[in-house]
């Protein structure tokens, strides 16, 4: 069951109802009984909790998290052939 966002075109108070895809628009504001209106959301956008990603998450295993990566400038150039 998805959340729904409200707003209140008569006081301008905005609220969340989880309800069914199936149930009606709520049309009256719990606050002042003025007429409401159904936000967009952002529909089913990922919602990150907790202390944050581990090491392992999302990377390759061969990877040392140890190592510092190369800059541009640490990189090796590419040698030139002596062709003449």
């Given amino acids: 069951m998805p959340t729904y966002d409200y707003k209140c075109e008569n006081c301008g108070h905005k609220f969340e109802l989880f309800q069914k895809m199936s149930d009606t628009a709520i ?5 002042c009984s003025g007429t409401v209106k159904r936000l967009i959301g952002s529909g089913l956008a990922p919602i990150f909790k907790g202390s944050g990603f581990y090491q ?3 990377k390759n295993s061969s990877t040392n998290a140890s190592t510092p990566a190369k800059t541009e400038t640490q990189k090796e150039k590419p040698k030139e052939s002596a062709a003449a």
Avoid at 27 to 31: H, Q, S, Y
């Fill in 27 to 31: 049309t009256v504001c719990p606050e």
């Fill in 56 to 58: 392992t998450d999302y």
